[in-house]
């Protein structure tokens, strides 16, 4: 097992925009979406379980625990978000590294070890297994 630790910075944003999105909704169904859309995810870590069609790769998506104890006054910076990693699986993570970038990689877990490896290697795995 590994815990990996993912800052979740800006997530205030995504959560004022859930906020008012949902207002909107109450007013009019869909009109949250149509006036602000849809953001997209500055952050995850997904199990890699087989190819498809379409994305690659098919993925189940985990869901973190958050940790707000070290949060700044409007949640932007030092909420942090924490995912057990099995070993003897990949995944596909998206990790916020500043404000405006994020990195994305594929790791392995190995020995309690996180390893990051390429694409090629995901699709070797995938054949072995």
Not at 18 to 28: C, Q, V
Not at 36 to 56: C, H, N, Q, W
Not at 58 to 68: E, G, S, T, V
Not at 89 to 97: A, Q
């Amino acid at each position: 097992m590994y815990l990996l630790k993912l800052e979740c910075i800006g997530d205030n944003i995504k959560q004022m925009n859930k906020f008012y999105s949902k207002k909107l909704d109450d007013i009019t169904p869909g009109l949250g979406k149509l006036v602000i859309g849809s953001m997209p995810a500055r952050y995850f870590v997904a199990e890699i379980t087989g190819l498809d069609d379409k994305y690659k790769f098919a993925r189940k998506f985990l869901k973190p625990k958050k940790d707000y104890l070290k949060a700044n006054s409007v949640g932007s910076r030092g909420i942090y978000a924490f995912y057990l990693l099995e070993n003897n699986k990949v995944y596909d993570i998206k990790e916020p590294v500043s404000w405006g970038r994020s990195e994305r990689y594929f790791c392995k877990i190995e020995e309690n070890k996180l390893i990051k490896i390429g694409e090629e290697e995901v699709i070797r795995w995938l054949k072995n297994t």
